[in-house]
Each structure stands twice: as structure tokens, then as C-alpha cells.
């Protein structure tokens, strides 16, 4: 799975773009303005994005079974942002297969449990959702790399969402690093997964930041070029992870379906997931 430039893209018109850089981790407990939606047949990163598909203005409530809160615990205001509290141990939401792959990914794949709220995963969720449900789950990705899933971007938002977004960029990429206007949603059923790979460094920058959306799963990193080094990443529902450097660029990564989504030796069951990510320009 890559980021692709607007020329690749436009080559491959028909097929979808593909992105899930989803490591958001940690072991925590668990309205209706006209919008313009972006279809993934567009250009991820297009300054001239535009889109056919017809804005729906009504709000759809999202399902109780999908609104369960188990944690008081969120970060709600921008200040927030500058508490190292939320910030996961990482012992709490990482086992990796060596001290050395350990210490290599503390510093770069960092994981804030319960970054947003409920009510905020509900707006992005209404948000997102109308269009989303449009579309049909793909199982024959061009390249392989995702099984059961559906995807789009977004530009414009609503202002509470565009809020919780410029949380995410000011926490995530350093001062005067812009991240691309166009954030990509991916939406993984039941039984999706995600197979290994690195995501091309042409078309993206070195940082990647996703909110977690709906559910939890496990995500396993392995070293490029030494396989016996790995890490199983906890994502858990409503987290923030942001990936960059090291673990950005020389580590694959994959979410386990659940017949593998096991952490420290428990299951971790998988329903439908939506991450909602963010990356800034290549170098």
C-alpha cells in the first residue's frame, strides 16, 4: 500500500488509493451542513481536488452498540495536547521481540490513549459515515495489501471535526511542516486486515498520525531488513498514534485478522474500524 502522487494516481484512475498507516496504540479501558464528499478514485494531496459525488445533509445517528464508553479518561481541549498523561507507557500498548527493536520505537511510534472523546468519535463518525456507507467493501485490492475494506478523503470538514484535526496536526508534525490538505479515511469490516508493507516515501513525509475510530486491534511491526524483530502494537478504540522516523520507514506493518489479533496472549476481538489519518509532504 503507498501514497501515490496526482500523475501515478491519474494513471491508475479506477483503482483505489490505499494508505493504513494505522498504529494507534495504547491499553487504555476500553450537524447536518451540506459537505462535499472526496471520492477515493481522486487525487490524495491534489490542489485542485474536486469531486462529483453529491454532499448529503442529513445526520445520521450513530448506533448505540457503536457509542459504548468505558473511559472518562479523554482529552477534549487543545491544552490537553500538553499532557504528558495521556501520552501510553509503552509497556502498556507495545511487546516487541528484543530490548534493542524496544528502545529503536519508543522514540517514534508515540501513542495517546483516549484522545478524543466519545461525542468527538460520534461527529466524526456522523460525518463520515453517509458517504462511506455508499460504498461496497473491497476484497481485490490492486497491490494485495488490504482485504475487506472501503476508503475515501476528505478536505473540508465541519468546524467541531476541523478542531479535533488541528489537534492531531499540532501535536503530530513539528512547527512550519504542513500536512497535506486531504486526510484519508479508511474503514476496515470485521474481517478485514491489513497485510505487511512500507508505504512509498516519494508521495509521503515522515510522519503519519491516525485517530481510531469504533474499535480496537493489533498491529505488528517487523524490521525490513532483520525479520526476527518485531513489535505487536495494542490500537485501541478513540487513541491517537503517531508514526514517524524509524518506524515509519523501516519497519512493514500490518493489522492481524482477528484468527491473529492476539496482544500479550489475550484475543482482542476486531469489529469494523474506521482510522482517520494524517500525513504531511515528502521531503
Known sequence: MWCRSSAFMMSLRKLKITRLKTMCMSLSSENGLPIKCLSSRD?????????????????????????????????????????????????SFMT??????????????????????????????????????????????????????????????????DAVLKRVGDLAFPSGVQ??????????????????????????GSTIAGLCLLSPCVMRLVHD???????DVLLERRSLYIMKDTARYNYTHEVLSNEKSVFNGRPVPKERRISVIMRNEAS
Request: charged share 25%; with cysteine.
Open 179 to 204: 500536512p497535506l490538505a486531504h486526510v484519508h479515511i479508511l474503514d476496515l469490516n470485521k474481517d478485514g486486515h491489513i497485510k505487511p508493507h512500507i508505504d512509498a516515501v516519494r508521495f509521503c
Open 96 to 161: 516487541t521481540s528484543d530490548s534493542q527493536t524496544a528502545n529503536e520505537l519508543g522514540p517514534v511510534m508515540l501513542v495517546y490513549q483516549n484522545f478524543i472523546s466519545p461525542e468527538e468519535e460520534e461527529q466524526l463518525f456522523n460525518e463520515i459515515e453517509p458517504y462511506m456507507k455508499r460504498l461496497r467493501y473491497e476484497y481485490d485490492h490492486w497491490d494485495g495489501a488490504i482485504h475487506g475494506y472501503r476508503e475515501t478523503e476528505r478536505r473540508k470538514w465541519t468546524k467541531s471535526n
Open 43 to 91: 487525487i490524495l494531496g491534489s490542489r485542485q481536488h474536486s469531486c462529483s459525488c453529491l454532499a448529503l445533509t442529513s445526520s445520521h445517528a450513530m448506533s448505540n452498540s457503536l457509542l459504548v464508553n468505558n473511559s472518562n479518561n479523554y482529552c477534549t481541549a487543545s491544552e490537553s495536547i500538553l499532557n504528558k498523561d495521556i501520552l501510553g507507557d509503552i509497556n
Open 225 to 231: 531488513k532483520d525479520k526476527q524483530r518485531w513489535a
